[in-house]
């Protein structure tokens, strides 16, 4: 069974640095064709994904984001990090992680953690 | 790179029959899976049907997924509707080559 959870702060000021952590379980980041997502959802909006990192250490992110964004992993620790710089309070959303399958959906999500944009 | 568009909203009564399309701006619809998400509120989404017209195990027959290609677009078709079907759907794709995603804006599920 496949289970992650995020985890970080709740509350990040204007110009900070948000640092978000999926810690899961189930599979491994090793393994050929997995990846981890990340995806946030402002209240009341759609889904806007994030950024993925492959097992092989490939990082994939979105266009619109891409300058404020890196994902790492630490494979031993079955924990991925996200980082955004120079949050804004636009940026104020749940954030969820997610496994990406080998059908390339995201198969498993985690709860999701809301984080907001205020000083 | 193309954008995925939803209808914001759909409607149906209980044991009908309602379908939401997803429409590729660029490229064929046939390049890429579309998978589907259902979203209840306060929870993360859950696939409902992966690659075109798959379904994960437990999900009901009456959810079935097709892609047009005269309409460059992907539907989903939610049959015998149920009040527990009134959510959220989003679809998404899979850019292999680029290796990322794109989600549709999302289409809420009302059933009167």
Not at chain 1, 74 to 85: A, G, P
Not at chain 2, 18 to 44: D, E, M
Request: charged content about 15%; proline content about 5%; overall charge neutral.
């Amino acid at each position: 069974q496949i289970t992650l959870k995020e985890s970080g702060p709740t509350l990040v000021k204007p110009t900070q640095t948000l640092t978000l952590t999926c810690t899961f379980s189930g599979f491994s980041l090793s393994t050929g064709g997995v990846g981890v997502g990340w995806i946030r959802q402002p209240p009341g909006k759609a889904l806007e994904w994030l950024g993925l990192i492959y097992w092989d250490d490939d990082k994939r992110y979105s266009p619109s984001l891409k300058s404020r964004l890196t994902i790492t992993k630490d494979t031993s620790k079955n924990q991925v990090v996200l980082t955004m710089t120079n949050m804004d309070p636009v940026d104020t959303a749940t954030y969820f992680c997610a496994h990406l399958s080998r059908t390339t959906d995201f198969d498993s999500w985690g709860q999701g953690t809301l984080v907001t944009v205020s000083s | 790179n193309y954008m995925l568009t939803q209808p914001h909203s759909v409607s149906g009564s209980p044991g009908k029959t309602v379908s939401i399309s997803c429409t590729r701006s660029s490229g064929s619809i046939a390049s890429n899976y579309v998978h589907w998400y259902q979203q209840r509120p306060g929870s993360a989404p859950a696939t409902v049907i992966y690659e075109d017209n798959q379904r994960p195990s437990g999900v009901p027959a009456r959810f079935s997924g097709s892609i047009d290609s005269s309409s460059n677009s992907a539907s989903l078709t939610i049959s015998g509707l149920k009040t527990e079907d009134e959510a959220d759907y989003y679809c998404q794709s899979y850019h292999g080559s680029s290796r990322g995603v794109i989600f549709g804006g999302g289409t809420k599920l009302t059933v009167l």
